[in-house]
Nanobody, 127 residues
């Protein structure tokens, strides 16, 4: 079993920055990709960013391209999401997830591809 624990959420003014962290523990897959999703009240959970096992493949939702950066440290089983130029519409619960993959340079964007999920951390951006 895998446990994912997010941290780093909080309240920030529009234009500000936050850095989310996600630490994985337990029996992880031999090769996995990590992703960040978010869910606002009344909306479906949506893909935000993903990173491949090798770290060479990164993927972003159009709404966050150029503002968010995903990175990871395999040795620490940790993935980060640096969020800059935050907007009120970025307000949501942010969840990290782990997906078993067979390719080193691929990370899925579909929610159903992810096997394990964290409990989430709240990000609130005030205008």
């Amino acid at each position: 079993q895998v446990q994912l624990v997010e941290s780093g959420g909080g309240l920030v003014q529009a234009g500000g920055s936050l850095r989310l962290s996600c630490a994985a523990s337990g029996r992880t897959f031999s090769r996995y990709a990590m992703g960040w999703f978010r869910q606002a009240p009344g909306k479906e959970r949506e893909f935000v960013a993903g990173i491949s096992w090798s770290g060479s493949g990164t993927y972003y939702a159009d709404s966050v391209k150029g503002r968010f950066t995903i990175s990871g440290e395999n040795a620490k089983n940790t993935v980060y999401l640096q969020m800059n130029s935050l907007k009120p519409e970025d307000t949501a619960g942010y969840y990290c997830a782990m997906a078993r993959v067979f390719g080193a340079d691929y990370a899925p964007t579909a929610r159903r591809a992810y096997d394990y999920w964290g409990q989430g951390t709240q990000v609130t951006v005030s205008s």
